[in-house]
């Protein structure tokens, strides 16, 4: 069954580091996504990509991050510059668009200190 | 903007027993609702999901949910508990634009099965 894959699985980095989280979408989806959830807290959306751009982001999707689709099957998420409050579960998700589900990724859990 | 309220944080039932999981939303157009599950360490397991039709959909595992519009909710429910059902259930809504579906996650209920 075709499922979301992110990579790596943990990461732990210093303040002030950049960190990229990749992701590899479902084959045949056009709609890609990072949400994030911070310990505790519910699931939040980042920001959503089609066509080769962002179409939405929310206000926590500052300048500190960025999305790329580099080569077509990779989608990522940068963080410029990691702040202790960007300590979270991230995840991918991708979806067919129309009256189509999104698919999560098992997550990457970013450990900022 | 639409919302999402899980009431219930956390909700413990005996193994066999019926579970209901409590969803209201807020949002102006016709909804897309869901409900995803997610184990410890886990990602987030699509449970069910309602676009238009029949108001009662069943999703895996033996769970089923019901649309109300009148009292916008979407209720999650499951006749007959088992162990391996402690997780955590998160209710969501997405825009019904066609488009890519964002999601906004409610907060989620930590549901504990007693043996």
């Known amino acids: 069954e075709p499922e979301v894959t992110q990579t790596p699985s943990h990461q732990v980095t210093q303040m002030g580091q950049e960190v990229i989280l990749r992701c590899v979408p479902i084959s045949n989806h056009l709609y890609f996504y990072w949400y994030r959830q911070i310990l505790g807290q519910k699931v939040e959306f980042l920001v959503s990509f089609y066509n080769n751009e962002i179409s939405e982001k929310s206000e926590i999707f500052d300048d500190q991050f960025s999305v790329e689709r580099p080569d077509g099957s990779n989608f990522t998420l940068k963080i410029r510059s990691t702040k202790l409050e960007d300590s979270a579960m991230y995840f991918c998700a991708s979806s067919g668009g129309g009256h189509t589900e999104a698919f999560f990724g098992q997550g990457t859990r970013l450990t900022v200190v | 903007a639409q919302s999402v309220t899980q009431p219930d944080i956390h909700i413990t039932v005996s193994e066999g027993a019926s579970l209901e999981l409590r969803c209201n939303y807020s949002?102006?157009?016709?909804?897309?609702l869901f409900w995803y599950v997610q184990s410890p360490g886990q990602g987030l397991q699509l449970l069910l999901k309602?676009?238009?039709?029949?108001?009662l959909v069943q999703g895996i595992k033996g769970f089923e949910a019901e649309f109300k519009r009148s009292q916008s909710s979407f209720n999650l429910r499951k006749p007959s508990v088992h162990w391996s059902d402690a997780a955590e259930y998160f209710c969501?809504?997405?825009?019904?634009?066609?488009?890519?579906?964002?999601?906004?996650f409610g907060t989620g209920t930590q549901l504990k099965v007693e043996l």
């Open positions: 309602y676009f238009s039709g029949d108001t």
């Open positions: 969501a809504v997405a825009q019904g634009t066609g488009g890519g579906n964002k999601l906004t």
């Open positions: 949002y102006g157009a016709t909804p897309y």
